[in-house]
Nanobody, 123 residues
Framework: GPLRESGGGSVQAGESLSLLCEAP????????MGWFRQVPGKQREGVAT???????TYGNIVRGRFFVSRDDAKNTASLQMNSLEPDDTAMYYC??????????????????WGPGTQVTVSS
């Protein structure tokens, strides 16, 4: 089934948010899952990925602040975002890659997307 993100909102700098990606209807553990973000006028950029074996990869700008996890029993992936900064303001998307291995943080490597959830961080 389609992917669906939730958990976005408006927060102050320094606060935290937790995003959830729900992925009903398929063998979830067989897929690499990724979190991406995009602001108007810019390309979608990779935030974090987690492969079918639990290995994680992070973009440099979020490493140490954001943490990705998955719950294969519930078919969900989460993104815990701490110490949020105004530059983190974006629409956040979860994506699915056709296979358990995550090769890159490039959105071109992912073929299925949710509609996104907006995160707004004010200073």
């Amino acid at each position: 089934g389609p992917l669906r993100e939730s958990g976005g909102g408006s927060v102050q700098a320094g606060e935290s948010l937790s995003l959830l990606c729900e992925a009903p209807g398929y063998r979830y553990r067989s897929y690499c899952m990724g979190w991406f973000r995009q602001v108007p006028g810019k390309q979608r950029e990779g935030v974090a990925t987690i492969d079918g074996y639990g290995k994680t990869t992070y973009g440099n700008i979020v490493r140490g602040r954001f943490f990705v996890s998955r719950d294969d029993a519930k078919n969900t992936a989460s993104l815990q975002m701490n110490s949020l900064e105004p530059d983190d303001t974006a629409m956040y998307y979860c994506g699915r890659r056709g296979g358990p291995i995550c090769n890159t943080l490039s959105p071109d490597d992912f073929g299925s997307w949710g509609p996104g959830t907006q995160v707004t961080v004010s200073s």
